[in-house]
């Protein structure tokens, strides 16, 4: 039997029972669906959050209190990154590396009768613009003078103008931070939100202001900046060492911008797969609905089956024809699923992130051919070994 | 004069086994079709004759004996053996004529052809020219149950004729009929065999086997009379 005739038999049966093929369909199209949906929105936060940190440049490294993989988590356990620690590592980095230490509070800042909660309040040193690249829209950042005398001096993000001076200038007004009473001199630019997290929610401090403000002797970790992308191994091997002096093993870790980013990738990474397989699951199941519908298929149509098989079908014929229908009920399902799950990333890129991979399309055409062939394998091999006699007589 | 027989049928037994009792149903039957004869066998249910039309046409295979198809030993063949002989030398009609509902009168008069891998122009038109033979040149795109069950049998009649097959086997074909339709069939199964074809059926109606040039009643899984 030629192929043109096989396919024929297949959509004709299929044709016959459209309901019960458009529902057997369903299944396998929502699997395929949810595959290229997930896996996109996978793939487009790994590829979002890769961009932020790419975006603050790759000569970055932090050093943070605790270690990492240890038995504590960084930041858990005892800080140990005090200031006169800070200004030790500080001032054996300097030749290399731009550093600053990072104190970062969250609060409420207040201006008149308005009032901004949940501020991300950070005291940097003067340099921290040149680690992580901050734009100063309006006014300026503060000074090394300034951060040496500890001046209540402050940049604020956008969002705390819009909360704070809706429709004043800020630079040169007086706002409440905390208590404390410290003039706006800059603002910066906005820099968006990342997962639900208002990036523009910060306002910066001199790390020395916010010391004292705060009374406290800990910085939560410190930047530091290669003075060039070559010197970043330099610079970890350094900081190592000088740390090494000073404090234990496991009172702090060293990240680069690479570790993080491969830190990020394998989350992000494990998080695409638990997607990706939660959505094959649903794959899995419309499979089952194509094999149960198979062999609802090869039941009833015993009789048809034992009437081919006198005419003159082999078992060839009679495994293909069924073993054709199953794959093409889910091959049809996989074409609407990858349509319709194109359709839904494009949709969903447009106001969140998701990156179609051409590799999660080709997956899930491939794996709802080989659902249809796995699942359609039992019933057409039950029915070409259908004794022909016995399906005649079958009713 | 060998060559003119189309079955030649030596000693054949068939053994059931089911939970291992044995039970015989055919017991030894020796027959011969030769070319171009038209018989009936007849017999009371359960004499062994359905199982013996199943080891002539090869749907069925004997316990032990011999059995030689239009020259050819057909004793020993696999079960993809089977169905190209069946495919190629045996026409079936049955009873309840098993005809597929959903494929139009044309396309089921085809079938065994699809199998045999004819190309399309040819099998449609043989196709077209055995509905126009059995009287039913108007029907090609009707589908089954739009058809009496007379005109039912006819489309069967066709689609056994489609291969030039060696033998026509009838089981019951006039079983589920009306006299006059029953009448009709067994008239083009008589026209059939006049033209040259080699004719079995099987019936219970003595009016119906009457009409065969021979009649073979088995009873008890034995031929009685030849």
Redo the contacts between chains.
């Keep these: 039997m030629d192929t043109r005739e096989l396919f024929k038999l297949a959509l004709g049966s299929l044709r016959a029972n459209k309901l019960r093929s458009a529902l057997t369909t369903l299944g396998i199209i929502i699997g395929v669906f949810s595959v290229i949906l997930l896996v996109a929105l996978g793939n487009g936060l790994q590829a979002y959050i890769t961009n932020q940190i790419a975006g603050l440049g790759s000569n970055i490294l932090f050093v943070l209190p605790g270690k990492v993989g240890g038995t504590q988590g960084p930041g858990e356990g005892v800080n140990k990154l005090t200031f006169s620690n800070v200004k030790y590592f500080e001032e054996r980095m300097k030749s290399i590396a731009v550093t600053s230490p990072l104190v970062s509070k969250i609060g409420t800042v207040k201006y008149m009768n308005k009032s901004n909660d949940n501020t991300n309040i950070w005291g940097t040193s003067s340099d921290f613009p040149e680690i992580i690249k901050t734009e100063v829209e309006k006014g300026t950042f503060f000074t090394k003078t300034q951060e040496t005398s500890a001046s209540k001096v402050t940049v604020i993000g956008s969002t705390v103008v819009e909360n704070l001076f809706p429709n004043t200038d800020p630079i040169g007004k007086k706002i409440t931070i905390s208590g404390g009473r410290y003039t706006v001199i800059g603002v910066s630019a906005s820099k968006g939100s990342s997962f639900g997290q208002d990036q523009d929610n910060t306002i910066v401090i001199p790390v020395t202001a916010a010391r004292k403000q705060f009374s406290i002797d800990l910085a939560n970790s410190i930047y530091l900046s290669a003075n060039s992308p070559e010197l970043v191994d330099l610079v970890k091997k350094r900081a190592n060492e000088v740390l090494l002096t000073r404090l234990d093993e496991e009172d702090f870790t060293i990240m680069t911008q690479e570790q993080t980013l491969e830190t990020v990738n394998n989350i992000t990474g494990v998080l695409t797969l638990a997607l990706g397989g939660i959505a094959a699951i649903s794959l899995v199941v419309g499979g089952i609905g194509v094999m149960n519908i198979m062999l609802v298929s090869v039941t009833e149509r015993t009789k048809e089956i034992g009437l081919r098989k006198a005419l003159g079908a082999k078992r060839k014929d009679i495994l293909l024809q069924f073993l054709l229908e199953a794959v093409m009920l889910s091959l049809l399902g996989g074409l609407i699923g990858i349509l319709l799950g194109l359709g839904a990333s494009a949709v969903l890129a447009a106001f969140f992130f998701a990156t179609v991979t051409p590799w999660s399309v080709i997956l899930a055409f491939g794996f709802s051919m080989a659902v249809g062939v796995i699942f359609g394998i039992a019933p057409a091999i039950r029915a070409s070994r259908l004794s022909p006699i016995e399906a005649l007589r079958y009713e | 004069m060998k060559a003119t027989h189309v079955i030649e049928l030596t000693d054949i037994i068939k053994d059931y086994v089911s939970d291992e009792i044995i039970t015989q149903v055919l017991h030894g039957i020796n027959l011969t079709v030769k070319k171009g004869e038209f018989i009936a066998i007849t017999g009371p249910s359960g004499s062994g004759k359905s199982t013996l039309l199943?080891i002539i046409?090869l749907?069925?295979t004997a316990t032990t004996g011999k059995y030689i198809l239009n020259e050819n030993d057909v004793t020993k063949l696999t079960?993809?053996e089977q169905?190209?002989i069946?495919?190629?030398e045996i026409g079936?009609v049955?009873q309840q004529f098993?005809l597929?509902k959903?494929?139009s009168v044309l396309e089921n008069v085809i079938?065994?052809a699809?199998?045999?891998?004819t190309n399309k122009a040819t099998r449609e038109a043989k196709a077209k020219e055995l509905l126009t033979k059995v009287g039913l040149g108007d029907h090609f795109y009707k589908k089954p149950n739009q058809l009496s069950g007379g005109q039912q049998q006819r489309v069967a009649i066709a689609?056994s004729l489609m291969?030039d097959p060696a033998i026509i086997l009838a089981d019951e074909p006039t079983g589920n009929l009306d006299t006059k339709s029953g009448d009709e069939v067994v008239g083009i199964l008589k026209d059939l065999n006049k033209q040259g074809n080699t004719v079995v059926m099987i019936t219970h109606e003595a009016g119906i086997a009457k009409q065969a040039q021979r009649v073979i009643t088995i009873r008890d899984g034995l031929i009685v009379n030849k």
């Design positions: 199943n046409g749907l069925d079960e993809d169905a190209h069946r495919n190629k079936f049955f098993n597929l959903r494929i079938l065994p699809i199998y045999t891998g689609r291969n």
